[in-house]
């Protein structure tokens, strides 16, 4: 196991197309999380998965925001009608169901809306 | 609110020097708090994770203490080393129900040769 692998890495688009990033967790991880991190801030956390459930989806930044994790592994996020401000990059990150462990991230996927 | 301050202006230091970072935070009941490591481009790495009942936590070179009633951590690298350049993320986890890493928005390392 490589650790946590996202694709793309960079993903330039229109304003108003649509696009899905995939994160491949550690297999025995149970847990996922997304977050967005723009230039001088900290990681935002997006949402989570505890296997395929989504349990907290409550600060995705709007409904043109989507994730799924549909058989508990693999995760993507979509993003809907995209605009300007969406560009950031956007974090992937699992640990085991128990707590007290560090998270192990991606290396993320950069957007750039134009 | 719940806040979570990291100092924002780079911290430049010599080699050899020991770096001392500070995490500080409000409002917040916190049952563990981790340090990462950024570099540019890439994702955090996972340095430390230390528990609200432990006082100090050491690897290798680096230390962490934590302190509930400061509400605070500091994070020290001792010998520091060019390599060692990089921003330091503190988050915290808070205990009970759901485990959402909340993170800071980093401090810059800068260590001259």
């Known amino acids: 196991d490589t650790g946590v692998s996202q694709n793309p890495r960079h993903k330039i688009t229109k304003r108003g197309q649509n696009v899905t990033f995939r994160c491949d967790p550690i297999?025995?991880?149970?847990?996922l999380y997304w977050y967005r991190q723009t230039l001088g801030q900290g990681p935002e956390f997006l949402t989570y998965f505890q296997n395929e459930a989504q349990l907290e989806k409550s600060r995705l930044l709007s409904d043109r925001f989507s994730a799924e994790r549909p058989k508990g592994s693999f995760s993507t996020l979509e993003i809907q009608r995209t605009e300007q401000g969406d560009s950031a990059m956007y974090l992937c990150?699992?640990?085991?169901?128990?707590?007290?462990?560090?998270?192990?991230f991606g290396s993320g996927t950069r957007l750039t809306v134009v | 609110s719940q806040k979570i301050e990291q100092n924002s202006e780079a911290l430049n230091i010599q080699e050899g020097k020991t770096a001392t970072l500070t995490c500080n935070y409000t409002?917040?009941?916190?049952?563990?708090l981790q340090w990462y490591r950024q570099d540019p481009g890439r994702g955090p790495v996972f340095l430390l994770l230390?528990?609200?009942?432990?006082k100090e936590k050491r690897k290798e070179r680096l230390k962490v203490t934590f302190d509930t009633t400061l509400k605070q951590s500091l994070f020290h690298i001792t010998a520091s080393q060019p390599a060692d350049s990089a921003t330091y993320l503190c988050a915290l986890d808070k205990s009970g129900g759901s485990y959402i890493p909340t993170f800071g928005r980093g401090t810059s390392l800068i260590v001259h040769p």
């Open positions: 297999s025995e991880h149970n847990r």
């Open positions: 990150a699992s640990s085991p169901a128990v707590p007290g462990y560090g998270y192990t």
């Open positions: 409002n917040y009941s916190p049952a563990y």
């Open positions: 230390i528990r609200e009942n432990e």
